[in-house]
């Protein structure tokens, strides 16, 4: 009887897991197919710089591969980008190419072989199932008892409403890319395939160079073999952009970062601790910086604020992040990697002590949030979702305080509101981390 009884509750088991399976794959294939129609034809200034360097690269035209930017970094394009542009290339604005010069020469591949309202409706379609893809494998690794379906939907209505995911799909981000593949290498390593892991999060590495400080943390845990293939295919990429790339361009990449690093920028979409301490403790050096308007996208007095970090301000939060990398890897040591909340948190709060920290750039720990459901009470979890959703949704910002414009009073006020919304999720992970840490602690 006791077999019958098992093949039994075996086979219900089954049909529950195909039925949750079917109900996700019906929520990627909407929502993939609503974010492609709904994306595809919207001009992106993210995408276009990465489609405009590979065009320039090709060309021979290196000078004109990234911006000439001097003092602090500007987030304008170099200008030949707008002044040669044919009429009706560019319907908006146009931000730099800031990625390793290796992306600048594999775009130029593209040259010729599809146009670039090609290469923007495939990434419009690419990018929804990207995203959800890291809902799928953040469900596996945080909440496996909560059903797929339900973690799925609730992480896809979080990116489709909140900043985060809304202006990545919006500008075909390539962060996604980023924050999939920095998935991917939590996962597979958790799944004891390191060489994987290290391979995903190189290729992170060498589209946005932040991903690189997870190898520490696997470091800390005893994870040699992903560091390792980390190491190994980090180094490989790194040469063969130098090969293909050549090094002074190589040379003009460094100098971005170097700016980058030093520079404050003051936008609605910009959710770092820096940036907003640093504007509020030296607002005589913030700085307005008009956007070039062409076409119907941008409009007149569009721009943004900046602010060159004194280096007092700028050295006091690199000890700081330092520090902060330095007790994560302790407690990744500790923990021997085993505690999944450990990543989200170290994400979150890296990402919040960087000097940029678009919203998008929280994507991969956002990827965990539908976790909240699984490790708090169910109002607990709603309060906490809801109103990080309603403090970052760029539709309840145009509603109170009105589409971005040029001066834009409120982009202040929006990022603070932002700051504070990606701080309390940061301790809603640490929660689940401390709990986690407990639970490993009583098991030894």
Excluded at 220 to 240: I, N, P
Excluded at 246 to 255: I, K, Q, R, V
Excluded at 264 to 277: A, C, D, G, I, K
Aim: aromatic share 12%.
């Amino acid at each position: 009887m006791w077999i019958i009884e098992k093949i039994s509750r075996s086979s219900a088991g089954s049909g529950r897991t195909e039925r949750l399976g079917i109900a996700t794959f019906l929520i990627v294939l909407v929502l993939s197919i609503l974010s492609g129609v709904v994306f595809s034809h919207s001009f992106s200034g993210d995408l276009f710089a990465v489609w405009k360097a590979g065009a320039s690269f090709s060309q021979g035209d290196l000078a004109n591969v990234y911006p000439s930017d001097g003092a602090y970094f500007t987030m304008l394009p170099p200008d030949a980008w707008i002044g040669e542009a044919p009429e009706g290339e560019i319907r908006g604005i146009v931000y730099p190419f800031v990625y390793p010069p290796l992306w600048a020469w594999a775009a130029s591949l593209l040259q010729g072989v599809v146009s670039y309202e090609e290469f923007s409706s495939l990434v419009s379609f690419a990018n929804p199932l990207l995203m959800l893809g890291m809902l799928i494998m953040a469900h596996r690794l945080a909440a496996p008892a909560l059903g797929q379906a339900t973690y799925v939907a609730i992480g896809a209505i979080f990116f489709w409403f909140s900043m985060a995911g809304a202006m990545a799909l919006f500008q075909k981000q390539p962060q996604i890319m980023v924050a999939f593949l920095t998935v991917f290498a939590i996962y597979s390593v958790h799944l004891g395939r390191p060489v994987a892991g290290g391979l995903a999060l190189a290729a992170a590495a060498s589209i946005k160079l932040f991903p690189a400080a997870l190898a520490i943390f696997w470091l800390a845990s005893g994870q040699r073999r992903a560091t390792a293939s980390f190491c190994v295919a980090g180094g490989a990429l790194a040469v063969l952009s130098v090969i293909v790339a050549g090094w002074p361009l190589h040379e003009a990449f460094l100098h971005e970062v170097r700016l980058i690093s030093g520079t404050s920028l003051l936008t609605r979409l910009n959710y770092s601790v820096e940036s907003v301490f640093t504007a509020a403790l030296f607002p005589d050096l913030v700085t307005f910086v008009a956007a070039p308007s062409v076409g119907s996208g941008a409009g007149a007095g569009v721009g943004w604020y900046v602010l060159a970090e004194p280096a007092v301000s700028n050295l006091a939060f690199s000890v700081v992040l330092i520090g902060v990398i330095a007790l994560l890897a302790r407690r990744f040591h500790t923990t021997r990697g085993q505690a999944i909340a450990l990543w989200p948190l170290s994400l979150m709060l890296l990402t919040l002590l960087s000097p940029i920290a678009w919203a998008y750039y929280f994507l991969a720990p956002l990827s965990f949030l539908p976790a909240l459901f699984d490790r708090f009470r169910l109002r607990t979890a709603l309060v906490l979702a809801l109103t990080a959703l309603i403090l970052t949704s760029p539709f309840v910002q145009s509603s109170v305080f009105g589409r971005a414009s040029g001066g834009d009073p409120d982009r202040f006020m929006i990022q603070w509101l932002g700051v504070l919304a990606m701080c309390m999720l940061t301790a809603a992970f640490w929660v689940m981390f401390r709990r986690e840490e407990r639970m490993l602690g009583d098991k030894r």
